[in-house]
Nanobody, 126 residues
Framework: VQLQASGGGLVQTGGSLRLSCAAY????????ITWFRQAAGEEREAVSC????????YVAGSVKGRFTISRDNAKNTVYLQMNSLKPEDTAVYYC????????????????????WGQGALVTVSS
């Protein structure tokens, strides 16, 4: 199983980026997929979670209204559309997957995931 994250880069404040997480050896139309991020010197935090059954189940308060998670089953890919980016969004973004359909309270817990992507660096300049 491999999750391949891409789409990171350098963007100015207020700009947009779309991250992609392509899965190989794992079908994204079941289970739960979550984007996490980790800024330098900070703990990893969950950004948004989407389930095969139930749709979007978690969005962090810090990104609500700006970030949107979505899934394309035909391409076996999950996306994170990030708009109105701020310098505090600067971090390495990771996608994580599990075959379980996690409830909302379980989505943000990193130990619930079996597979992780390699991370995509997002840098937002002020």
């Amino acid at each position: 199983v491999q999750l391949q994250a891409s789409g990171g880069g350098l963007v100015q404040t207020g700009g947009s980026l779309r991250l992609s997480c392509a899965a190989y050896g794992f079908t994204l139309d079941h289970g739960s997929i979550t984007w996490f991020r980790q800024a330098a010197g900070e703990e990893r935090e969950a950004v948004s979670c989407i389930r095969a059954r139930g749709g979007i189940t978690y969005v962090a308060g810090s990104v609500k209204g700006r970030f949107t998670i979505s899934r394309d089953n035909a391409k076996n890919t999950v996306y994170l559309q990030m708009n109105s980016l701020k310098p505090e969004d600067t971090a390495v973004y990771y996608c994580a997957a599990t075959g379980r359909n996690l409830i909302t309270s379980s989505c943000p817990i990193s130990t619930n995931y079996d597979y992780w992507g390699q991370g995509a660096l997002v840098t937002v300049s002020s």
